[in-house]
């Protein structure tokens, strides 16, 4: 499929390519790029994938950038310029950035010959991660009118595709969908009283890595103590950790040096690893699409693995009650709206195009909110174009003088280098008195010719002499808002937004439900069917095919029974179900299916006898 896919790229066909996950999207334009003449956009709104493939793109020679808002100004205008007028091969934006007349300028300027689009699904309003900031990709077109789009996703029904197509301005239908079966992997459903007990026997019964989704920060720690005091080596991973802490993790596990790893969604997005074999899920995921992107982490090296989930009886109406919280009033989200730019301290008029720290966990905590009430009031917010969640991101220190420009030169601290250190901000960056400017720290010190480490000592003296307002370098989540704070008397959110967006996740929320409870069809056979493939066929290895096999293998070993009976002597269907013994029901079943294939025959009298 990557072949098919990296054709019809370089014949210019514009191609929506519907690959699962770890199916290896990447090299899909990636190869493209090298062999077209001019510039690849790739869009997309994880910001930890395009700093991986750019750090290894560029140790491999491939010149690339990326931009989003957790860079500074100078830095983007920087990595567009050499976009326009350089020999990037690659650049990779988010979508918010797209918008900005930093990019519109230098767009005229570049050579594109390929637009990319990650995660296209987004693109959608049938999508279950829609994006308002994803419809202005088709604008490209209108600049770059001979480019070819790729659009890639891991997660599309037949409505998200037709809807993808038709937002980027394909001239032609065309979709290469990769078959989302999986046949190394075996699915399965438990419906058990103790999870607990269930999770110990999978880890004790399947060799190799696995990873336990659990959804909360606490359930994990707790998840995990209680598995290392069973004697597994197993480690918890979520938001609420410092970055060092979670690289650390996930890199212990990557090399094996851990065996399980309890996580929350966070933990996944740039995972390499391909001897997982086993992925549980604690508990229901939201939608297919999530739980088939999480179980897909098990088995991408073709061997067999497990994705197992986890359930009680009342799973069910626990995560409907658990969806159903999520779509606070519409009062409520204007309500969350205004807090939230309130904790940002963003003035009513202010704040347009900006991006801000944003600690959810913090901001929940001190307006004792809950983490899904919000990020779903935020996902209604984007959907309106007021303000978009971004991932976790590096976000440059900012700085803003709290004194007056006259009071600096009477400052006496810190000797030559701190007036050699003020002289080079003063001179690098405007408007530093009258609000937070974001700065490189080690731009000031190759200017200055201080090194980092005074640069930055330099600046927290200042900070602790109230000369200026200080935000040192941090990772962590950003808010990006899409226009100027509004007066909440001014917000409009569409009902039939709100209710559309209830009614997409209502909908996922039942094929989920679905999945989880029915005991009759293959699993993956309903994962491949929901995004599309109708001539899906049973995959003989999850817990319901084998079931299925089981019941034929009985099955068989009743019928033959019946046969060395019947072969003896006519016997009546009660005297039958005697001399075999047994599920009485099932032996009724089989008899009845034998009649119906005309191997034995039920008499006038009620006996059967064989059909020679």
Not at 119 to 134: L, N, T, V
Not at 270 to 289: N, Q
Request: hydrophobic residues 40%; neutral net charge.
């Amino acid at each position: 499929m990557q072949r098919d896919i990296i054709e019809s790229v370089i014949s210019r066909r514009d191609t929506l390519a519907l690959m699962p996950t770890g199916g290896g999207k990447s090299l899909t334009y990636q190869i493209p790029a090298m062999v077209m003449e001019g510039l690849c956009i790739v869009v997309t709104p994880l910001i930890a994938l395009m700093k991986d493939q750019v750090d290894a793109l560029r140790a491999r020679g491939i010149p690339a950038v990326a931009v989003h808002s957790g860079m500074d100004s100078r830095r983007i205008e920087i990595a567009l310029d050499n976009c326009a007028y350089g020999d990037i091969k690659l650049l990779y934006i988010a979508p918010e950035r797209l918008a900005t007349e930093a990019f519109k300028v230098r767009l005229r300027r570049m050579n594109v010959s390929l637009i990319a689009v990650d995660e296209a699904h987004c693109i959608s309003q049938w999508g279950y991660d829609f994006r308002p900031s994803y419809l202005r990709i088709a604008e490209i077109r209108r600049e770059a009118p001979n480019a070819t789009f790729l659009a890639l996703t891991a997660s599309a029904t037949e409505r998200v595709v037709e809807d993808i197509m038709y937002h980027l301005g394909f001239s032609k239908p065309h979709v290469l969908r990769s078959s989302f079966a999986r046949p190394n992997l075996a699915y399965a459903v438990r419906i058990v009283d103790d999870k607990y007990s269930q999770l110990l026997r999978i880890i004790e019964n399947v060799e190799g890595s696995g990873i336990v989704y659990m959804r909360s920060r606490e359930g994990c720690e707790e998840l995990a103590e209680r598995l290392q005091n069973d004697g597994i080596n197993a480690k918890f991973y979520h938001a609420g950790l410092p970055n060092l802490e979670r690289a650390m993790r996930q890199d212990e596990w990557t090399n094996g040096r851990v065996r399980v790893i309890v996580a929350t969604n966070a933990f996944g997005m740039g995972i390499d690893k391909s001897d997982v074999r086993f992925v549980v899920h604690y508990a229901m995921c939201d939608s297919l699409e999530a739980y088939y992107q999480e179980a897909g982490r098990a088995g991408r090296d073709g061997r067999r693995s497990y994705a197992v989930l986890l359930a009680t009886k009342d799973d069910g109406s626990r995560v409907e009650k658990l969806f159903k919280s999520e779509f606070p009033p519409i009062a409520e989200i204007k309500s969350i709206y205004e807090s939230i730019c309130n904790y940002l301290q963003i003035a009513l008029g202010d704040g347009e195009d900006g991006s801000f720290v944003f600690n959810i966990y913090e901001y929940c905590h001190l307006n004792h909110l809950s983490i899904n009430k919000v990020t779903s009031a935020l996902k209604i917010l984007e959907q309106n174009n007021y303000m978009t969640l971004l991932d976790e991101c590096d976000n440059p220190a900012k700085l803003m003088f709290s004194c007056s420009r006259d009071s600096l030169y009477r400052l006496n601290a810190g000797g030559n280098d701190m007036d050699l250190m003020l002289r080079t901000i003063l001179r690098m960056y405007n408007g530093v008195f009258t609000h937070f400017r974001s700065i490189d720290e080690l731009h000031i010190a190759a200017t200055s010719g201080l090194t980092r480490e005074r640069v930055h000592d330099l600046l927290k003296m200042l900070w602790r002499m109230h000369v200026i307002r200080y935000i040192p370098a941090v990772h962590s989540p950003m808010i990006h808002l899409n226009s100027e704070r509004l007066p909440i008397s001014d917000l409009y959110i569409a009902p039939e937004t709100y209710r559309h967006r209830y009614a997409m996740a209502e909908e996922r929320y039942k094929n989920m439900l679905h999945y989880t409870l029915q005991i009759e069809e293959c699993r993956s056979t309903i994962i491949e069917r929901y995004f599309g493939d109708r001539e899906a066929k049973p995959c003989g290895v999850c817990d319901i095919c084998l079931k299925r096999k089981q019941r034929e293998r009985n099955n068989s070993s009743i019928e033959q029974r019946i046969i060395e009976l019947l072969s003896n002597a006519t016997l009546s269907v009660k005297e039958c179900v005697a001399a075999v013994g047994g599920d009485e029901q099932r032996i009724v079943a089989v008899v009845d299916k034998m009649v119906r294939d005309s191997k034995i025959s039920l008499s006038s009298d009620s006996k059967l006898k064989i059909i020679e």
